[in-house]
């Protein structure tokens, strides 16, 4: 029975997430437009509102879903959406998104399961912030953040249903659909972009899943490490290159390696090696899970 109410739950999400999507195409596509400039990947207007149509879609389903989901959670992501659906209408200060990331992320970590020693937190909360700003920094190709996204919650929903938690494999299931959705718009040439909305709160929800599964035992923190190592890992390396060479760390740019390889090889090129990527961190993260190891 549980299975069926899952069932109906990621069906009805996915259908709210395609009928938004077409709604914010044909009826507000000149809504939150991302204009091309010198660092832009796309040479024409496209609308930013993929994301509320994705998140939208996994509301519903999660609200007519057998799920139980802490209220400080919930209110951890609806603060996140509210500022990061504003910052795509109009930008929103640095500072203030910072301070919302911290929030929303501590917001999370007040919900877990389980009590962990007090030097967990600041670690945790320092890498769930991290992780909501790579996810961000990570969306600026046509299907990148999708494709993780499809791939990093279905390996892990894979995990989970393997170790009997079927309501964590079920939220990955749902974003894993939503994201197939989102993808059907946005692999090159993109008609629609996530946004901050989308970016922001998939990477919130990796960050839950990850520690929510790490704390029921589904599997341990190294599996959505390696999961979603193709994301970190340019993030990370991008992020030090330019402390190093003594640059404007916290502006915008297009130095990620996945940036510089669009530009050499093209977009769609870039896309199935990164694909690659993530199919082989999947891979090598249920080795691990397999082999006992994680």
Excluded at 127 to 151: E, I, K, P, Q, R
């Amino acid at each position: 029975m549980l299975m069926v109410e899952w069932i109906v739950a990621v069906l009805a999400g996915a259908t709210v997430s395609y009928g938004l999507t077409a709604v914010l195409l044909s009826r507000m596509g000149d809504v939150a437009l991302d204009l091309p400039n010198h660092r832009s990947m796309h040479q024409t207007p496209v609308p930013r509102t993929g994301g509320w149509a994705l998140i939208g879609g996994c509301a519903v389903a999660l609200a007519i879903s057998p799920a139980s989901i802490p209220m400080s959670m919930l209110s951890g992501f609806a603060l996140l959406l509210a500022v990061s659906v504003i910052d795509d209408l109009r930008n929103v200060a640095a500072p203030v998104r910072f301070a919302v990331h911290l929030l929303a992320v501590a917001l999370v970590l007040l919900s877990l399961p389980g009590s962990l020693s007090w030097w967990w937190y600041p670690l945790l909360l320092l890498g769930g912030v991290w992780m909501v700003n790579l996810y961000n920094f990570m969306d600026g190709m046509d299907g990148l953040a999708g494709s993780m996204t499809a791939v990093g919650f279905g390996t892990l929903g894979l995990v989970a249903a393997w170790r009997g938690q079927e309501e964590l494999a079920g939220v990955c299931v749902l974003l894993v659909v939503c994201a197939l959705v989102f993808l059907r718009y946005n692999w090159p040439e993109a008609r629609i972009f996530l946004g901050d909305a989308g970016s922001t709160s998939l990477g919130l929800a990796a960050v839950t899943v990850s520690l929510f599964g790490w704390q029921k035992g589904s599997f341990g923190l190294l599996v959505p490490i390696v999961v979603f190592a193709p994301f970190w890992l340019d993030a990370s390396f991008t992020l030090m290159c330019r402390i190093l060479l003594g640059k404007r760390w916290w502006e915008p740019h297009r130095e990620h390696v996945y940036q510089r390889s669009a530009l050499r090889i093209g977009v769609k090129k870039t896309l199935f090696w990164q694909l690659g990527m993530m199919l082989s961190a999947s891979i090598l993260a249920l080795s691990l899970v397999w082999f006992g190891l994680a």
